[in-house]
């Protein structure tokens, strides 16, 4: 799903927006001021990888780089696959870890 960038052109705020559907964008309001008069910034479109997307070509028999652990949202992800592949279940308190991983609050807890 596409994510598209904002600029709210009374105040000025940018903020990004998921859009479920191109072919039908949503009313889009400022989240700062509330305004409707919002341009969409079109060079700015990304797309959100899910992290089932991430799993599925996540190589567990290649040796991680350096990039890989840089990237926060990958923190976890391996320990997934690998118990995806041995069938094991690690239940919701893993996706906890993972997430406050991910948010950095693991880092202030040790
Ligand atoms: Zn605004």
């Not at 996706?95 to 991910?102: C, G, L």
Request: glycine share 8%; charged share 35%; with cysteine.
């Amino acid at each position: 799903m596409p994510i598209y960038e904002y600029e709210c052109k009374p105040c000025g705020a940018r903020f990004s927006k998921l859009v479920m559907t191109i072919s039908n964008p949503p009313q889009v309001d400022c989240p700062k001021c509330g305004g409707g008069e919002v341009e969409k910034l079109i060079s700015r479109v990304r797309y959100h990888r899910s992290e089932s997307d991430r799993l599925s070509e996540l190589d567990t028999s290649k040796p991680r780089d350096e990039s890989f652990y840089k990237d926060s949202r990958n923190v976890g992800l391996w320990a997934k696959k690998r118990a995806k592949d041995l069938g094991a279940d690690l239940g919701s308190e893993f996706d906890e870890v993972v997430d406050k991983a991910r948010s950095g609050e693991i880092l202030e807890d040790l």
